[in-house]
């Protein structure tokens, strides 16, 4: 089994380091999450090797269209949607826990039921597949793409908070809203009285109102306290 994973994974990297590096990422946001579930050492290398592979089934897609700089075209765009279904296929045929299958084939099944292949919705989809497709929505929206640049950390882990019931499994938002600083240390933001601010650091209870440093004046702010007179970060 070893020695079959390693020969997928080095046909991935030659078809696309773009993908095989996303695979990594997934796999360690992935495993994080899984820590934060308290997941048994067993199951957490399960949910770390459906990462890895969760985009297996892109080895069967045609490069050209998977790195085209450019939007895909409907036909295109199917084509690559493809993938789900390719990589379950590959990986039926190997001596794998079960869940791996799974989440490379739902890891863009949506819990409303707006994602591909089947549509399927919250309790249908299994839980490995729900924690991998939310590594894979902020890996994928905070690396550079073929297609897209890179948005803010704090932007893709607001896009994740927002979609908490519609695309993603709330339970799993609300583990990820304790424990991702939506504006990390150091990161430089807006608040609501047009000031710019420094986050100088973040709270495990309260991630998205920090201590923060006001540029113009060298104020500390607790955005947790009444003292900060009702201060919010707008960006």
């Known amino acids: 089994t070893s020695l079959s994973v390693f020969d997928m994974l080095h046909n991935m990297r030659q078809i696309d380091d773009t993908t095989f590096a996303h695979s990594i990422n997934v796999a360690l946001i ?6 934060w579930l308290e997941l048994s050492e067993e ?12 985009d297996i089934g892109k080895c069967t897609i045609d490069p050209n269209i998977l790195l085209k700089p450019s939007a895909l ?3 295109e765009y199917e084509a690559v949607k493809k ?32 994602g591909y292949p089947a549509g399927l919705t919250k309790d249908e989809i299994p839980d490995f597949a729900k924690i991998i497709a939310i590594a894979d929505v902020y890996d994928a929206m905070t690396s550079k793409l073929p297609y897209h640049d890179p948005i803010p950390p704090s932007a893709a882990a ?17 583990i990820f809203q304790q424990k991702v600083a939506l504006y990390p240390a150091g990161c430089e933001v807006l608040l ?25 004046s060298g104020e500390l702010l607790d955005l947790r306290s009444k003292n900060a007179g009702g201060l919010v970060i707008l960006e």
Do not use: W
């Open 158 to 174: 607001e896009y994740i908070l927002e979609s908490a019931g519609a695309e993603c499994d709330p339970a799993l938002v609300d």
């Open 83 to 114: 993938h789900a279904e390719n990589g379950a296929e590959v990986l039926a045929g190997q001596n794998l826990d079960d869940r791996i299958r799974q989440a490379a084939l739902m890891h863009h099944e949506r819990c409303d039921g707006s």
């Open 73 to 75: 075209t409907p036909k």
């Open 192 to 216: 609501s009285d047009g000031s710019l601010a420094l986050v100088m650091e973040n709270f495990g209870d309260a991630m998205q109102t920090p201590r923060v440093k006001v540029i113009s």
């Open 30 to 35: 992935g495993r994080m999450l899984g820590e």
């Open 43 to 54: 199951d957490l290398d399960v949910l770390t090797l459906a990462g890895l592979l969760h």
